[in-house]
């Protein structure tokens, strides 16, 4: 067996005190990404791992991009068509995961989700660069394909056919918005001693903040 007992490291950079943190969490999640983006050690702030519910019950976790946040709550975008959407299709209940190592920081988002409206799903692929956009109409997103070249090949066909025109967004692209409904926070403390502090969405719609041992 090869173990990795001795891997473990110390935290010791911070502390997550409930007389510092704000009230409400999207104003936490703002001042921790905005943490993250200054870091130069961190690489891609806001990388989440996106987790959906299967039909067999089990989750299934993949990397997307957060592209904004606001204080309804989180949007990526995304293939409809895609394993994910499927999922969300089925259980539009997801969860969100930021990890930061440099500031031995996690954030753990649990939200309901929709798909954004088309219009701001339009705005959003009309201004990525037109190579992105025609990626995302050559794939088609977590479809078995025969092999490599099938995509190079469809590439080729689109950047003639679209050469002077604009590429309409594909039905099945767009954005979903997670709206959160329970934020936890963790700061890395030293000798396992790490703060948790949970927000809650009561049914006042109230966020109500707890600690949770670590
Ligand atoms: C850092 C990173 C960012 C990613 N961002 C996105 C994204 O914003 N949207 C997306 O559809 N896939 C993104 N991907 C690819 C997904 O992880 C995944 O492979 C793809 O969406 C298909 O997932 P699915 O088959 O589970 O639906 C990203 C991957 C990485 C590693």
Redesign the pocket.
């Known amino acids: 067996m090869e173990n990795l007992y001795d891997k473990r490291k110390v935290y010791d950079r911070s502390e997550l005190l409930e007389s510092e943190v704000r009230d409400n969490p999207i104003e936490q999640f703002r001042d921790w990404f905005l943490d993250a983006e200054e870091n130069p050690n961190v690489r891609?702030a806001n990388?989440m791992a996106l987790s959906t519910v299967e039909t067999d019950g089990c989750p299934?976790t993949?990397?997307?991009?957060l592209k904004a946040y606001s204080w309804e709550g989180f949007i990526?975008?995304?293939?409809y068509e895609?394993?994910?959407?499927r999922a969300i299709e089925e259980v539009p209940l997801v969860c969100l995961h930021f990890f930061w190592p440099t500031l031995e920081r996690q954030i753990i988002i649990k939200a309901k989700v929709e798909k954004l409206p088309a219009n701001l799903s339009d705005g959003y692929f009309h201004a990525r660069p037109k190579g992105s956009q025609l990626g995302a109409v050559v794939s088609p997103?977590?479809s078995e394909i025969p092999k490599r070249q099938f995509l190079e090949n469809r590439l080729q066909e689109l950047e003639k056919e679209y050469e002077n025109r604009e590429v309409p967004r594909p039905e099945n692209w767009g954005g979903y918005l997670a709206r959160p409904y329970e934020i936890e926070f963790w700061q890395g403390r030293p000798n396992r001693l790490h703060d948790r502090l949970i927000y809650v969405l009561d049914e006042q719609l109230e966020w109500k903040l707890s600690r949770l041992a670590p």
């Open positions: 891609e990388a299934r993949r990397m997307v991009l990526f975008y995304t293939n895609s394993r994910k959407g997103q977590s």
